[in-house]
């Protein structure tokens, strides 16, 4: 049997698998920050497959070597491009809303791909926030629990309009933002109105490879976003490409419409705005972006701290009609967690 590495004497503790120590819901019952500074092992055997470890505050703990090898995997992503326009990840709603293995292949391209498309569904009003509660809650905003996309008189947001939209994130000016996004189709005669998506993660790595430190700068220089209206006030600061402790993308946030003047000095404001350019014709970048046409009764959704969606222009004659509403990833990453095991 190969040998297993012997981690710390507190972090054996403090994981110790025992019924005195862990409750079978799996939280621990030990208080880790009971557990002596000068902690120290006595002896460790192998016994039957796993390591019996004595400690000096005289506790014995037996841990799986199965468990003791295992190493935390990242996250599956899966950067896309223009090429995938192709072959959409895409499932039929009846079988979705079965709740089986099709749910769970959409739920999976969700999380892998940060967009997955519906087809074939119903154009009853509502819809959409049942498809959310297919794996998780409605996320409910000052928008209501669903909200209508078309054109109406004197919009107080450019969604309502007929008018073109470029790539952007929704709602980067709550705090939280909106982690998901589902749109479906009631109606689409009128004239134009593709969708049009683009992977923000993939994006931001072109420009981390061929210009570091635009990708530095967007990703340190914070950015305050704003929206509001006659019962709404929003407002939000952070960087338009968000890094985790180990410098990989863990959001991009990207809204031209709701981002207020940055306040910089002259030098850095030039900086900036070359980096912030960059990025934005990175994104309507013809290699990156797809671009498709919802039927009445199909439905997308979006992971919208990655997937930049956006919109062609349409005419006024005929109609386009979408419902939308938002979701929290959590809740999906949940049900698929649960479906997969």
Request: charged share 25%; hydrophobic share 40%.
């Amino acid at each position: 049997m190969a040998a297993v590495e012997i981690p710390s004497a507190v972090w054996l503790r403090d994981n110790c698998p025992c019924p005195e120590c862990r409750h079978p819901s799996g939280q621990r019952l030990l208080d880790s920050v009971s557990i002596p500074a000068d902690l120290a092992v006595v002896s460790a055997t192998h016994r039957d497959g796993g390591l019996e470890v004595a400690f000096t505050d005289g506790h014995v703990s037996t841990f799986d070597d199965g468990w003791l090898a295992e190493r935390p995997e990242r996250r599956r992503v899966r950067l896309w491009d223009a090429s995938i326009a192709g072959g959409l990840p895409t499932e039929r709603f009846d079988e979705v809303a079965g709740d089986g293995e099709a749910l769970r292949r959409w739920l999976t391209a969700v999380d892998e791909l940060g967009f997955a498309v519906l087809t074939g569904g119903p154009t009853e009003p509502g819809t959409v926030t049942r498809v959310a509660e297919l794996f998780g809650y409605v996320r409910e905003t000052n928008y209501g629990r669903l909200f209508d996309v078309r054109s109406v008189i004197d919009a107080t947001n450019l969604a309502y309009t007929g008018l073109g939209l470029g790539a952007h994130s929704d709602n980067p000016y709550r705090d939280p933002t909106p982690t998901l996004q589902l749109l479906h189709c009631l109606a689409s005669s009128a004239g134009g109105g593709d969708n049009t998506l683009v992977d923000g993660f993939r994006a931001a790595e072109e420009l981390r490879a061929h210009d570091r430190s635009a990708f530095e700068l967007l990703a340190s220089t914070p950015v305050r976003f704003r929206y509001r209206d006659e019962e709404t006030e929003l407002e939000a600061e952070r960087a338009v490409l968000e890094l985790d402790v180990e410098g990989e993308l863990r959001a991009v946030r990207f809204n031209t419409r709701s981002a207020l003047p940055p306040r910089l000095e002259p030098a850095a404001m030039q900086a900036f705005y070359d980096a912030y350019r960059a990025f934005g014709r990175l994104l309507g970048s013809p290699e990156l972006l797809i671009r498709f046409k919802l039927e009445p009764g199909d439905l997308f959704i979006v992971d919208n701290e990655r997937v930049l969606h956006g919109r062609t222009g349409y005419s006024e004659a005929g109609e386009r009609h979408l419902q939308g509403c938002y979701a929290d990833r959590d809740g999906l990453r949940s049900r698929l967690a649960v479906l997969s095991r």
